[in-house]
Nanobody, 115 residues
Framework: QVQLVESGGGLVQGGGSLRLSCVAS????????MGWYRQAPGKQRELVAS???????YYTGSVKGRSTISRDNAKNTVYLQMNSLKPEDTAVYYC?????????WGQGTQVTVSS
């Protein structure tokens, strides 16, 4: 059973930084594509960034240049470094794993950016 556990969220002032972490249990992490999504109150969940098993990355336009997604296969962990945070980045951030016959979500971590 694959499980994802996120951490690193919190309250930060605008312009600040946070690093989110997501640890996956099980042995399929290294062959899985990983993504960070977010959902703000009253809005749909959206993809923020993703990284393939081969290390190719994608960023949505609103975070491009301010965020970096990375993975450490030895630690079964994916990271999202977010800099120059804005109030509009406030949301619950979810980790997602897409692997062989798997599409797994974490429980989410709250990020709140004050103005």
């Amino acid at each position: 059973q694959v499980q994802l556990v996120e951490s690193g969220g919190g309250l930060v002032q605008g312009g600040g930084s946070l690093r989110l972490s997501c640890v996956a249990s099980g042995s399929i992490f290294r062959v899985s594509h990983m993504g960070w999504y977010r959902q703000a109150p009253g809005k749909q969940r959206e993809l923020v960034a993703s990284i393939t098993s081969g290390g190719n990355t994608y960023y949505t336009g609103s975070v491009k240049g301010r965020s970096t997604i990375s993975r450490d296969n030895a630690k079964n962990t994916v990271y999202l470094q977010m800099n120059s945070l804005k109030p509009e980045d406030t949301a619950v951030y979810y980790c997602n794993l897409v692997g062989p016959n798997r599409n797994i979500w974490g429980q989410g971590t709250q990020v709140t950016v004050s103005s």
